[in-house]
């Protein structure tokens, strides 16, 4: 079989991508559109709710006078979920199409949570097979080294960075959410 060369002009590619793509489930149907943007932004939505749910529990317990062995367990807790929704953040960043600023505020909070739970684990080590009287139920962290009051602090700082970062895409999820709405109008 001879090949042979064809011209095509820049729309008749246009055209035939637009084509290959829709064949493959792309989004020139609308409501496929707005079924992706909307798990997109529900999903986003939900860890923003979960980051703000964790916050708010946490600093309930800051204000409280509690263990440090309770204090520095509950550290440990919130790094296995800082866990889960980072990966749910890294899962999620490629499904954002449109809106670059978006993206890039899910990729700052997803460096947010990674930093913070890797700043957590240093803080509040746990390992049972480790027993030592001065360090009970297996913590082995620095936050043992650390006065209560030092303790707090340092957990403070931690949430209060990841909530800014939550905080500036709970913003952009409502201004995405517009103009999603706007987008879709626009297509009916």
């Known amino acids: 079989m001879s090949k042979k060369i064809i ?15 829709n064949e493959q489930g792309g989004y020139d149907d609308p409501s496929q559109m707005a079924t992706h943007s909307g798990s997109v932004l529900g999903g986003l939505g939900k860890i923003v709710d979960s980051i703000i749910e964790m916050l708010h529990q946490s600093l309930q317990a800051i204000g409280r006078d509690i263990p440090k062995t309770e204090m520095m367990g509950a550290m ?56 030592d ?26 949430l209060l960075s990841i909530s800014t970062s939550a905080e500036k895409l709970a913003f952009q999820l409502v201004d995405e959410e517009k103009n999603m709405i706007k987008r879709f109008d626009r297509l009916n």
Do not use: C, Q
């Open 7 to 21: 011209r095509i002009t820049e729309s008749d590619l246009v055209k035939i991508v637009k084509r290959v793509i």
């Open 76 to 131: 440990t807790k919130m790094t296995d979920v800082l866990d889960l929704i980072e990966d749910n953040l890294r899962k999620i960043n490629p499904e954002i199409m449109l809106n670059r600023d978006l993206r890039k505020s899910v990729s700052d909070l997803r460096k947010s949570v990674k930093k913070g739970k890797d700043r957590l684990r240093t803080i509040s080590s746990f390992n049972k097979r480790f027993y």
């Open 133 to 158: 009287p001065e360090m009970p139920a297996g913590l082995t962290g620095t936050g043992f080294s650390m006065g209560d009051r030092e303790l707090n602090d340092k957990l403070s700082d931690i």
